[in-house]
């Protein structure tokens, strides 16, 4: 099946809205396509009634920096002892000014806290120097993913030009608003430029700001790295070679000097010397590190102008919409480059876990047929979304499982005769690449190159020796901020996932999903006009199973209820709720992105 009729399909595994699916404008012929707002107006209507976007659109007005108490409904278990911290956009005003885009939004910290069945909450912005300026000048004065400054009359183009050449991180922001990550036992705030923040997990108060590129040859990395279980920290950058922009795998070692002692263990260049790939995350098994280059890329020629004229990252992205996918294998050991897989084209923020198992590598992904859904985040056009008939499917997507065969070596030489011998193969290498299913005479020329049983995502060589891998769906319903039991499970083979629901079409989008990929399974959990977060599992003491533990969340509601705020606490076997506390606020609170649990009794957990 093509990759892009999950993503056209209306239907889920839930009762959807009736939204008719209708067709927008096709991509246009050429290869590239620049992504710019969507926010014209359609006709009036109400085509998403069960769903509040505005969650998302909130602006804190006041800080909670003394923890307030909850009242707690439910049993929260006796061993549950820890702080959940949250990360995500606070504040969409500046002054007068609003920011385009909801990654613009300035970075608030929350911080639950669990102590003996009781709960607290509180909340901070991070103090980033993008923060402090715009609250300085009452205006917005850094340009941001999807904003542009407004215009400084003491900077000329002389200034703009002289920022190009500085060093990496200082002439862009530092809202780092999307993610929390420990190194050793402090905590830092992600986004993808090379500068993080270290915060207190009990105060919320901005510590300290880093520019990793002072210690490691790197202009950027995404906003998820992988925290191994003796403390090792890995992440994906992107170093400037003389041969082009290159990926670059950062490993920075447990131990007092973290930073200090980073270094670089593998690499592999882009495809496009001028068009590096965009990334927010990577993957890693127990030999390899993976990084899956989409189609949607950064193009270096059109940011240094942007820089120019002061326009904002957003307009530097490219969709090549006839380009593959290309997945590398990168040898930890080695840092060399093993493989290099191809798929049809697909945008993707998430992925969900990957493993090795008999001789492939399954790699499972949260994926998109292209970045309308970045789009789909532009202020003006989540207001107007209600209006918009084609959001939904603007925003549609599924979680995909790759199967990556590693003992291809026997079938690439016997390929060869075969695809010398046949009159078909170019168009069988059309059907393919496109996302065609194969017909008989097909299959006598192919051999699915995966063998591990149950497993319906398959690989076959192509006659220019590339192997082109098409997924299986692994949960008909859109699931996003994936999360897995993460101590246990990263890089290992697992059953359960847990994420929110991305379907705004559907009964309820504020729901909850855990899937269990050995069954293509799911329970869900949902309460109306309630829209909780990023699920993280936290295992129980001594756990039997992989689901034996809770899964939290944090929670806020829609409508009229913007100064209420909650913690959810699931039972990972059943998805049932066990507890939740709730909070009264001073002020609206918004709807947060990622975070991490700190347990009382780990300065590392999940």
Known sequence: MDIRSWFEDDSTDTESSAVSDAEGDESSATAETTYKKHSERHDP?????????????????????????????????????????????????????????????????????????????????????????????????????????????????????????GKPGENVSDNAMISIYPFGDEYFTFTESPIIHRIDPETLETEAKLNLSDYVGIVNHTSHPHVMSDGTVYNLGMSVTKTGPTYTIICFPNGEHMFENARIVASVPARWKFHPGYMHTFGITENFFVVVEQPLSVSVPHMLVSQIKNEPMVSSMKWFEKQQTYIYLLDRDTGELKHTFHAEPFFYLHIINQYEKDGHVVLDICCYKDPAMLNCMYVDTMKNMQQNPDYARMFRGRPLRFVLPLNYEESLKRSSSVFSASKSWTGLMKRLSVGDDLDADDSLTLKNLVTLEGMSATAYIMPDSTIFCKP???????????????????????????????????????????????????????????????????????????????????????????????????????????????????????????????????????
């Open 45 to 165: 209507s109400n085509c998403y009634p069960n769903c509040d976007v505005n969650v998302w659109l909130r602006s804190c007005e006041q800080e909670i920096v003394e923890p307030i108490a909850g009242e707690v409904r439910g049993v929260v278990p006796e061993w549950l002892n820890g702080s959940l911290l949250r990360n995500g956009p606070g504040s969409l005003k500046v002054g007068d000014m609003t920011f385009n885009h909801l990654f613009d939004s300035s970075a608030l910290l929350h911080r639950f806290n669990i102590e003996n069945g009781h709960v607290t909450y509180q909340c901070r912005f991070l103090k980033s120097d993008a923060y402090k300026k715009n609250k300085a000048a009452q205006r917005i004065v850094v340009t941001e993913f999807g904003t542009s400054a407004a215009p400084d009359p003491c900077h000329t183009i002389f200034h703009r030009i002289a920022a190009i050449f």
């Open 472 to 606: 299986e769906l692994l949960c008909n319903l859109g699931c996003e901020t994936p999360r897995i039991y993460y101590e246990e499970h990263l890089g290992r083979e697992y059953r359960y996932f847990y994420a929110i629901s991305s379907d705004v079409d559907a009964s309820n989008p504020g729901t909850l999903i855990k899937v269990d990929v050995l069954n293509k399974t799911r329970l869900t959990w949902c309460e109306e006009n309630c829209y909780p977060s990023e699920p993280i599992f936290v295992p129980a003491p001594d756990p039997q199973s992989e689901d034996d533990g809770v899964v939290l969340a944090a929670m806020v509601w829609g409508r009229d209820e913007e100064n209420r705020v909650g913690l959810l606490v699931l039972d990972g076997k059943t998805f049932t709720e066990l507890a939740r506390s709730e909070f009264e606020t001073p002020g609206p609170v918004p709807k947060c992105l990622h975070g991490w649990f700190q347990s009382s009794t780990s300065k590392k957990s999940q």
